[in-house]
T-cell receptor, first 115, second 116 residues
Framework: AQSVTQLGSHVSVSEGALVLLRCNYS??????LFWYVQYPNQGLQLLLK??????LVKGINGFEAEFKKSETSFHLTKPSAHMSDAAEYFC?????????????FGGGTRVLVKP | DVKVTQSSRYLVKRTGEKVFLECVQD?????MFWYRQDPGLGLRLIYF???????EKGDIPEGYSVSREKKERFSLILESASTNQTSMYLC???????????????FGPGTRLLVL
């Protein structure tokens, strides 16, 4: 069974500072990896995903994530936080071959951006 | 733009009531999903469907059932609502893995259900 661990349920950053959200997964084979963002009172929106190829993945709004197979990690970063980045972020994994491409989500990390 | 809509944003129901949550997607997606979202637990899969009239249990199906009579519509049913089913419910849809979109799920805005 797959599992996803997000370190830190809440992260507080200053505007302009680095945003780093950690995600580690447990899987017998490297899965597909996703980061989703949820703004207040909205559904989830895809930020970026890793499937194959380059391990550094760029997403929307200046975010990027790096897949490190040896560390079973897929940490999300943004060099400079903006007030609009305040949201909850979810890491998710999906088996490469699975009926319905089920996602397994981490517990989420809520980001607070201080002016 | 992919659009996934849910019938209600907020619902208040009483214990023992039968509750229907509706989800409609307009992108001809084969796969549809129902999740519940609780603080600190992330999203947990209740049921999913990969074709009309096909359904599979997710991680937490107890107390729930689903219906998919048409490709665009996926309904979640709480047979007899209980207070521990108070939660945010999110619907999602996707193309199957192997297609060009490689399994990206698109989410609706969610239904916040309160069971009294």
């Amino acid at each position: 069974a797959q599992s996803v661990t997000q370190l830190g349920s809440h992260v507080s950053v200053s505007e302009g500072a680095l945003v780093l959200l950690r995600c580690n997964y447990s899987s017998s084979v490297p899965p597909y990896l996703f980061w989703y963002v949820q703004y207040p009172n909205q559904g989830l929106q895809l930020l970026l995903k890793y499937t194959t190829g380059a391990t550094l993945v760029k997403g929307i709004n200046g975010f990027e994530a790096e897949f490190k197979k040896s560390e079973t990690s897929f940490h999300l970063t943004k060099p400079s936080a903006h007030m609009s980045d305040a949201a909850e972020y979810f890491c998710a994994v999906s088996p490469i071959k699975a009926a319905g491409n089920k996602l397994t989500f981490g517990g989420g990390t809520r980001v607070l951006v201080k002016p | 733009d992919v659009k996934v809509t849910q019938s209600s944003r907020y619902l208040v129901k009483r214990t023992g009531e039968k509750v229907f949550l509706e989800c409609v997607q307009d992108m001809d997606h084969e796969n549809m999903f129902w999740y519940r979202q609780d603080p600190g637990l992330g999203l947990r899969l209740i049921y999913f469907s990969y074709d009309v009239k096909m359904k599979e249990k997710g991680d937490i199906p107890e107390g729930y059932s689903v219906s998919r009579e048409k490709k665009e519509r996926f309904s979640l049913i709480l047979e007899s609502a209980s207070t521990n089913q108070t939660s945010m419910y999110l619907c999602a849809s996707s193309h199957p893995v192997g297609g060009s979109l490689l399994g990206t799920q698109y989410f609706g805005p969610g239904t916040r259900l309160l069971v009294l």
